[in-house]
Nanobody, 116 residues
Framework: VQLQASGGGLVQAGSSLRLSCVAS????????MGWFRQAPGKEREFVAA????????YYADFVKGRFTISRDNAGNTVLLQMNSLKPEDTAVYYC??????????WGQGTQVTVSS
């Protein structure tokens, strides 16, 4: 199983980015998918998640109204549309897949840097 995240970059505050994560190796149509992030010197934190059908989403308070998570119909791609980016959004963003009772599969991360 591999998760390949992409779409990060260096942008100015107020800009947008769209992160993409493609899972391969097996089908994940029955699994929730999500995004986490880790800033330098800080612990990894939850950003957003989406259930297996795509009908229910969850967001950390600090991204509500700015970020949108979605997934494709095939179930193996999860997207994170990030608008109105702030310098405090600077972090490595990781995608993950939820199986059974935990986030068991993780991508390699993509760097997002927001300049002020």
């Amino acid at each position: 199983v591999q998760l390949q995240a992409s779409g990060g970059g260096l942008v100015q505050a107020g800009s947008s980015l769209r992160l993409s994560c493609v899972a391969s190796g097996r089908a994940f149509t029955n699994n929730g998918m999500g995004w986490f992030r880790q800033a330098p010197g800080k612990e990894r934190e939850f950003v957003a998640a989406i259930n297996r059908s795509g009908g229910t989403t969850y967001y950390a308070d600090f991204v509500k109204g700015r970020f949108t998570i979605s997934r494709d119909n095939a179930g193996n791609t999860v997207l994170l549309q990030m608008n109105s980016l702030k310098p405090e959004d600077t972090a490595v963003y990781y995608c993950a897949i939820y199986t059974l009772q935990d986030w068991d599969y993780w991508g390699q991360g993509t760097q997002v840097t927001v300049s002020s």
